[in-house]
């Protein structure tokens, strides 16, 4: 399989809570992110996690990480139409690595 | 923003033909990377570099070179271009220490080969 894997599509309601998934397989995997694309943009970092944390908090954006489990998940909360864009879920290898991992994107659509 | 420009923005360019691409970056930030994004597979790491005169293969390397004479500009050569590489080339920048897992994107260019 991938060596990152996210599901493609996620539509939500306005104001409602946007959990967007991730799996991975490289348990060496150091770091943990979360990007934003909009169209015709290019990636925005949004948040990342040590592979040592369960979770960190960011305003609306919540990152869980499940190490046992090779599962990172993003929690967008209250989402709004402004975050409709693709997300991409990467993994950094190693200590010494700075080669990113990226799985294909999930776009996330936010209806009014 | 993170100070990063890519030049040209988009580029329409016939097979065999060599095309370069400029990253050009502000933060004096030690390492740059090319990425393509394709439908499909998300982004894939073509090259990268860790300092001036310093640079390594990614993923995707085979038909892609590159330099880096100075610390703000990392360029990206199609020695003869194909049609496989009709793609959207992204340059990113990391910097060191605390930051060296923080990378930080451009805007991209969109390259298209006839």
């Known amino acids: 399989g991938e060596d990152v894997e996210q599901s493609l599509f996620l539509s939500v309601r306005e104001g409602d809570s946007s959990v967007i998934n991730c799996t991975y397989t490289d348990s060496s995997s150091t770091y943990l992110y979360w990007y934003k694309q909009e169209p015709g943009a290019g990636l925005q970092l949004l948040t990342y996690i040590f592979s040592n944390m369960d979770m960190k908090q960011d305003q609306r954006l919540t990152v869980l990480l499940n190490k046992k489990d090779k599962h990172l998940s993003l929690r967008i909360a209250d989402t709004q139409t402004g975050d409709s864009a693709i997300y991409f879920c990467?993994?950094?290898?190693?200590?010494?690595?700075?080669?990113?991992?990226f799985g294909k994107g999930t776009k996330l659509s936010v209806i009014p | 923003d993170a100070g990063i420009t890519q030049s040209p923005r988009h580029k329409v360019t016939e097979t065999g033909t060599p095309v370069t691409l400029r990253c050009h970056q502000t933060e004096n930030h030690r390492y740059m990377y090319w990425y393509r994004q394709d439908p499909g597979h998300g982004l894939r790491l073509i090259h990268y570099s860790y300092g001036v005169k310093d640079t390594d293969k990614g993923e995707v390397s085979d038909g892609y070179s590159v330099s880096r004479s100075k610390t703000e500009d990392f360029l990206l050569t199609l020695e003869s271009a194909t049609s496989s590489q009709t793609s959207v080339y992204f340059c990113?920048?990391?910097?060191?220490?605390?930051?060296?897992?923080?990378?930080?994107f451009g805007p991209g260019t969109r390259l298209t080969v006839t």
């Open positions: 990467a993994t950094l290898k190693g200590a010494g690595s700075y080669q990113l991992t």
């Open positions: 990113a920048i990391s910097g060191t220490s605390a930051k060296a897992y923080e990378q930080y």
